[in-house]
């Protein structure tokens, strides 16, 4: 089996984020194990954790307490080949857009003016 996760990932503040790890196995891993910041962490455990069948973990809102250094270990019937790599997931604030004078479209607000004025 392989696992295959980025060294470093970034969860958007306040949104869903995911915690990107695949698994491929075969014989299908049965389990898998979690460890953040050194310690034996349970994602089952957890409301806002929804693991997926790849392996990945769906974080439904992301706060700051869900920065830190993951682990993964998957294990199959034959038990496991070890562990993936130190995950490092950072928590950023997501993008934000802003609307410029420039963006507004002055023939629609023409138009809504012209019907409240009749």
């Known amino acids: 089996s392989s696992v295959l996760c980025p060294?470093?990932?970034?969860l958007p503040l306040n949104l869903s984020g995911m915690i990107n790890c695949h698994i491929d196995s075969h014989p299908p891993f049965h389990f898998i194990t979690w460890t953040k910041d050194k310690r034996i962490f349970d994602p089952w455990e957890m409301e806002e954790f929804q693991p997926q069948n790849n392996g990945s973990l769906l974080i439904t809102k992301v706060t700051k307490g869900h920065a830190g250094d993951y682990r993964c270990t998957p294990?199959?019937?034959y038990g496991t080949e070890g562990t993936s790599g130190v995950m490092q997931v950072q928590v950023?604030?997501?993008?934000?857009f802003h609307l410029t004078p420039e963006?507004?479209?002055f023939d629609s607000v023409t138009y809504e003016e012209a019907i409240f004025s009749e």
């Open 7 to 10: 060294p470093l990932q970034y």
């Open 75 to 77: 294990y199959n019937i």
């Open 92 to 96: 950023i604030d997501p993008p934000t």
């Open 103 to 105: 963006d507004v479209d």
